[in-house]
């Protein structure tokens, strides 16, 4: 089976551009998490959602940032307009139920925002 | 409130050596959980361990080893006869266990570099 896939891998955007960031859990996990990392501040939780229903959103660092679960096999972290301090790595990770908070991540979008 | 110190930012070793990554944590929970994931320079986190707070019984895998000590709050993780290939930043998380709660705290990670 296919691990976690996120795309895009790389981004370079302007500040004030929108950024979408996407994606794909593993088949049949349950949760879903984003995250940021930066040097700065270490791996921070953004949000999560069970069986697509965000659960924390605590997180999310302002109203520039809104993410989205449409259905089990897809999920979007926006954030307009980017600002220079949203560069950073971002990402994506499912888990399963049954298997206590073993997540699985993605590969990571590097962002940079000019 | 949560947290997790990992106090070596950094450490650096001699490929055979054995090394040791500490972990405190702190929670007023009596039920929670603590991990280990590993972070290599390809970039995705890997999960290596789990412990609920009621299994104190030491891990091993391999060459990997945890000791969980509750009396010290602490959670380490050995390497014995270190390699190349486990240069990496070491990352230990705590969760409580609250219901639907799958939140992990994390710390700040340790970058181990293994030298040949």
């Known amino acids: 089976d296919a691990g976690v896939i996120q795309s895009p891998r790389h981004e370079v955007t302007e500040m004030g551009q929108e950024v979408t960031l996407r994606c794909k859990p593993i088949?049949?996990?349950?949760?879903l998490f984003w995250y940021r990392q930066t040097m700065m501040r270490g791996l921070e939780l953004l949000i999560y959602?069970?069986?697509?229903?965000?659960?924390?959103d605590s997180g999310m660092p302002e109203d520039r940032f809104s993410a989205k679960m449409p259905n089990a096999s897809f999920s979007t972290l926006k954030i307009q307009p980017s600002e220079p301090r949203d560069s950073a790595v971002y990402f994506c990770?499912?888990?399963?139920?049954?298997?206590?908070?073993?997540?699985?991540f993605g590969p990571g979008t590097r962002l940079t925002v000019l | 409130a949560q947290k997790v110190t990992q106090a070596q930012t950094e450490i650096s070793v001699v490929e055979k050596e054995d090394v040791t990554l500490d972990c405190v944590y702190e929670t007023r929970d009596t039920t929670y959980y603590l991990f280990w994931y590993k972070q290599p320079p390809s970039g995705e986190l890997v999960f290596l361990i789990r412990r609920n707070s009621f299994d104190e019984q030491n891990e091993i895998s391999g060459r990997y080893s945890w000791n969980f000590q509750k009396s010290t709050s602490s959670f380490n993780f050995t390497i014995t006869a270190s390699q190349v290939v486990d240069s990496a930043v070491y990352f230990c998380?705590?969760?409580?266990?609250?219901?639907?709660?799958?939140?992990?705290?994390w710390g700040l990670g340790t970058s181990l570099a293994v030298n040949p």
């Open positions: 088949s049949g996990h349950d949760y």
């Open positions: 959602f069970n069986n697509n229903v965000p659960i924390d």
């Open positions: 990770a499912s888990s399963f139920q049954e298997t206590y908070n073993e997540q699985f």
């Open positions: 998380a705590l969760s409580e266990d609250a219901g639907n709660n799958r939140k992990l705290i």
